[in-house]
Every structure is written in structure tokens, then in C-alpha cells.
């Protein structure tokens, strides 16, 4: 995919919307969460959205939490916990877990058990949490989760080159 339209989509695929004293991420347009590579950055935006929105809201509000929205709002969620055999199901049916999913392959653990996420949670249900707090939650988020994209391989050297050769 183009790169800037890439930004363009993610730019436009999380808004907030306040619900009773914080404010709720919610799913905005973008229709890239069949693909999981695409999957695993909306997740990544996501949090990066969520950081930065922390910090923007607090220096003008008192209510400046920003709920992450869980699974409806996750691109990872979406496209491995929703859908079993790539067929999207009802949330009343949803699988026990997810075991294609890069992060649970990563944890061994179901509905991200294991990763800064569960820090996030606890920090937001906390009186006494700073914005940066937060923020920087939802950055370890962003982080881990940046962990999870595959490494791109080193291109080949030709015969009798080192890598330090022009």
C-alpha cells in the first residue's frame, strides 16, 4: 500500500467521544482491518492516538482519561478474535481465544495477558494516575506492539563485499 495513503487511513480510523467523565476511542473510517499486517497498525496507531490525546486533553480538561475502546476499537482484535476461520462472528459467539494473533503467539497468553496493555487498564482505573502516566502507558503499548512486526531481511551481500563496502 502507498505510504501516504497508509497515513491517511490511519489518521482517519480512531475518533473520541466523551462518555460519563472520560472519553471512549471509538472505530472511524477505514476499511483496512481484513488485512493483518494493516491489523497490526491500526493497533499501533491506536495507542499512539490514545497517548497523544491524553496529553492534549489534559491540559484543558479535568476530564482528560481516555478509555481504549478493547476489542471493538483493536485492529489486531478485530481481525484474529472476531472472526473464526476468516469469517467475522457475532460478538455472542466470539472464540475463547485467538492463537493466530501475533501478540498471544508473543505472550502465550489470551486477551493480552503479559503486555503493557494490563498496566494500562490498572492506570486508568486509578484516582490518582497522571496524564503522563497514561500516556506513557499506552506508549509501552505502542512499543510492544511495534516489537511484533517482522524484522526485514538483510539484504545479500555479493561475494567478497563486506558490509562496510560502498
Same mark, same amino acid.
Given at each position: ?18 462518555? @460519563?467523565?472520560?472519553? +471512549? ?8 482491518? &481484513? $488485512?493483518?499486517?494493516?491489523?497490526? $497498525?491500526?493497533?499501533? #496507531? ?21 478509555? $481504549?475502546? *478493547?476489542?471493538?476499537?483493536?485492529? %489486531? !482484535? ?5 472472526? /473464526?476461520? *476468516?469469517?467475522?462472528? =457475532?460478538?455472542?459467539? &466470539? ?5 493466530? !494473533? ?9 486477551? !493480552? /495477558? ?8 490498572? %492506570? ?7 496524564? @503522563?502516566? %497514561?500516556?506513557?502507558?499506552? +506508549?509501552? &503499548?505502542?512499543?510492544?506492539?511495534? *516489537?511484533?512486526? @517482522?524484522?526485514?531481511? &538483510?539484504? #545479500? %551481500?555479493?561475494?567478497?563485499?563486506? =558490509? +562496510? $563496502?560502498?
Amino acid at each position: 500500500m502507498d505510504p501516504e495513503l497508509k497515513d491517511r487511513l490511519l489518521e482517519r480510523a480512531f475518533s473520541l467521544f466523551p462518555d @460519563q467523565g472520560f472519553f +471512549l476511542v471509538e472505530r472511524g473510517v477505514c476499511d483496512y482491518w &481484513e $488485512d493483518p499486517l494493516m491489523a497490526l $497498525d491500526l493497533s499501533i #496507531a491506536k495507542w499512539k492516538f490514545i497517548a497523544s490525546q491524553i496529553i492534549k486533553l489534559s491540559k484543558t480538561r479535568k476530564d482528560w482519561k481516555v478509555d $481504549d475502546g *478493547g476489542i471493538d476499537t483493536c485492529g %489486531l !482484535c478485530v481481525h484474529f478474535f472476531r472472526r /473464526v476461520e *476468516g469469517v467475522r462472528v =457475532p460478538s455472542t459467539e &466470539e472464540p475463547e481465544d485467538c492463537p493466530a !494473533c501475533p501478540v498471544q503467539k508473543k505472550t502465550r497468553n489470551f486477551r !493480552c /495477558v503479559g503486555t503493557p496493555y494490563v498496566k494500562f487498564l490498572d %492506570l486508568f482505573d486509578e484516582n490518582s494516575t497522571t496524564p @503522563q502516566e %497514561l500516556s506513557n502507558a499506552a +506508549l509501552e &503499548e505502542a512499543r510492544f506492539l511495534e *516489537g511484533l512486526r @517482522q524484522p526485514k531481511p &538483510e539484504p #545479500a %551481500l555479493s561475494p567478497g563485499l563486506s =558490509p +562496510l $563496502d560502498n
